[in-house]
């Protein structure tokens, strides 16, 4: 029987398998060769996998060698990541943290990493407390290190790399025990381990955690035969389900089995239940699983766009402080008008700007405008009406805009913009309008790059995608525009560099979500950070790339009718003829879903779940 006041290291920790005696060793443990996005995703630190052939599981490890291989981004993705880790951890701990009853308290240690913590509250890290790395290396261990006799069922586990290293010889001597009486033990290693929401793992052992009243400790029960008090054990392996194995005593003259079947409590949640441990089992117990199951490990990351430097600036408009610059921006980029300006407005503000021959060219339409009304030509005055509002626009709708125009934002819009907290960033409707206008600037209508395009409509192919004959590329372009036309589709192309970030940031078990249902209650999930580094720093895994992608814009006519088949409930008004874009209509019934779709309940169909 083993009792400690200490809580245990959890095993993918760098001393949970070379013992203190070899932390030097540790810091320049083996690394493994990997892509950099296997290795910031499915190979992250505490992932289990093996390596080609199926020969050994072993667990990924923080690289803890001196030389860092920071990720080469800019301060302005640095503080976007942050971002969204404030969003994650605060958003993560709300849900876990809610799932408390009157009846069950939740400590707030079994949501968030401790590290996220102070008290009740969510106190996330600084950048100075994180490092950003290219995963370029990942180090491993051995893991589990726990191996059954193929033939007689004899277990044996071993504390660390560096004691199994050391008992390797006997280990390979042991005498076998089957009846024939023969050889040596044909050892494998035992490739189910037992895992926690808790994000906790441990390799098989006959002994189970609970706690001690009497010493106010942990304890590992059972290590010991009760009957014979012999520490060896051998393991049954034979029914086809995991949960059904058991242990049982080697002594030839016992064979004491205490139990059907195996069951592991989880040494951080037991210790901190403490006294109340003993009330709270079903919260404690651990699930055994195969290390290759998906639900041994989740990688937690996540992915966002990224801009040219040129457009961060409209990216800044997203800090809180900035919500009057947004709510300027999402004003003009919807047409949300406060009246028209006039023509003096207009002209004092082109002139202060040095823009005379701007409204030169507004004073040249107006003229032919009177002259086609005078003379009572319809098509011609429609015709320099419209040139005359498109100039206005461009007027009104640059960045900056050569003239303010006048914004009167809806009361809906602007308790929007006061409930953003309640958005997460990938569905935030200001968030997307901010980005799609950064790539429509960076991307759809940046100038040529050295005579390629950064942005290819299929409509208008340029000389690499279309085909060397004229009459066949204007038939394909002509028959790509009819089928957009068809499908409702305004633009369509190709977008040659489309760059994203994607980060990982810690990882869970047993539910990539929050919150999960088990024994008919629903349980909360740690997040879990990756262990620190040697200079403290807690690392995000950073990867960088730029992929082609196909651009999609739907024609806002074909989306409203289609809204109105479909028959939503709080389908708003839009004049399709007016100044307002239909964009700006549906952001006023928007409608947050919880990051993890939490807020999403059945109910009638409503306008912002369907765009």
């Not at 809906?412 to 907290?421: D, E, G, N």
């Not at 940046?446 to 085909?467: C, I, K, M, S």
């Amino acid at each position: 029987m083993r009792t400690t006041h200490r809580r245990g290291t959890e095993m993918a920790s760098r001393k949970g398998f070379l013992g203190t005696e070899d932390e030097e060793k540790t810091l320049s443990a083996p690394t493994m060769a990997r892509s950099r996005g296997q290795l910031g995703s499915a190979y992250a630190p505490g992932a289990f996998f093996t390596f080609e052939g199926g020969l050994g599981a072993c667990i990924s490890l923080p690289d803890f060698s001196t030389t860092v291989d920071d990720a080469p981004i800019h301060a302005v993705t640095k503080a976007q990541i942050i971002l969204r880790l404030q969003e994650v951890w605060q958003s993560w701990f709300t849900r876990s943290y809610a799932v408390g009853t009157g009846d069950r308290q939740i400590d707030p240690r079994q949501c968030l990493d401790e590290a996220l913590l102070k008290g009740a509250t969510v106190a996330p890290l600084g950048a100075d407390r994180l490092a950003f790395l290219s995963p370029l290396r990942m180090g491993y261990a051995p893991a589990p290190l726990t191996f059954v006799c193929n033939k007689c069922r004899l277990f044996r586990r071993f504390e660390s790399a560096h004691d199994l290293a050391r008992n390797i010889d006997r280990l390979r001597k042991t005498q076998c025990t089957t009846a024939d009486g023969k050889g040596h033990c044909q050892w494998r290693q035992l490739d189910v381990i037992f895992v926690h929401w808790s994000g906790e793992w441990m390799p098989a052992t006959p002994g189970r955690w609970e706690w001690d009243d009497r010493k106010n400790g942990l304890q590992l029960s059972g290590e010991e035969c009760n009957v014979c008090g012999k520490s060896d054990f051998k393991l049954n392996t034979d029914s086809p389900r995991i949960g059904q194995w058991h242990f049982y005593c080697a002594n030839p003259t016992c064979g004491h089995k205490r139990s059907d079947e195996w069951r592991q409590n989880d040494l951080f949640t037991t210790e901190m239940f403490g006294d109340t441990a003993n009330k709270r089992v079903s919260e404690r117990r651990m699930e055994p699983i195969s290390y290759r199951a998906s639900s041994a490990y989740y990688a937690q990351s996540e992915q966002f766009v990224l801009f040219p430097e040129s457009e961060h600036q409209l990216i800044a408009m997203l800090e809180p402080q900035r919500q009057s610059e947004l709510a300027a921006f999402i004003g003009r980029q919807f047409r949300f008008g406060g009246g028209e300006l006039t023509p003096d407005e207009m002209k004092a503000a082109l002139l202060a700007a040095g823009k005379a021959s701007e409204w030169e060219t507004y004073e040249s339409l107006l003229r032919m405008c009177d002259m086609a009304r005078g003379m009572g030509d319809k098509a011609p005055l429609e015709m320099a009406e419209k040139e005359l509002k498109k100039l206005i626009d461009r007027w009104t709708t640059s960045d900056p805009p050569l003239v303010q125009p006048r914004v009167a934002l809806p009361p809906a819009i602007k308790v929007q913009l006061a409930m953003r907290s309640e958005y997460t960033s990938r569905f935030d409707p200001f968030v997307l309008a901010v980005e799609h206008e950064a790539l429509t600037r960076g991307k759809l209508s940046a100038a040529p790059d050295g005579g390629r395009a950064e942005f290819v409509r299929f409509n208008h192919l340029d000389n690499d995608l279309a085909p060397k004959d004229a009459d066949e590329k204007a038939a394909q372009e002509a028959k790509t525009q009819h089928l957009m036309t068809k499908l409702g589709i305004a633009d369509l192309g190709l977008i040659r560099e489309f760059d994203l970030c994607r980060f990982t940031h810690g990882y869970t078990r047993v539910s990539a979500t929050p919150n999960l249902e088990k024994r008919n209650q629903l349980m909360s999930v740690r997040l879990r950070l990756f262990e620190p580094l040697r200079n403290g720093k807690r690392p995000i895994y950073v990867v960088t790339q730029g992929n082609e992608a196909m651009y999609v814009r739907l024609d806002p006519h074909a989306v409203y009718k289609w809204l109105q088949a479909v028959g939503v409930v709080d389908l708003p008004d839009w004049d399709e003829n007016g100044t307002v874009r239909l964009g700006g209509k549906i952001l006023e019934v928007a409608q947050p879903f919880g990051r993890y779709f939490s807020l999403l309940k059945e109910d009638e169909a409503v306008t912002y779940r369907y765009v």
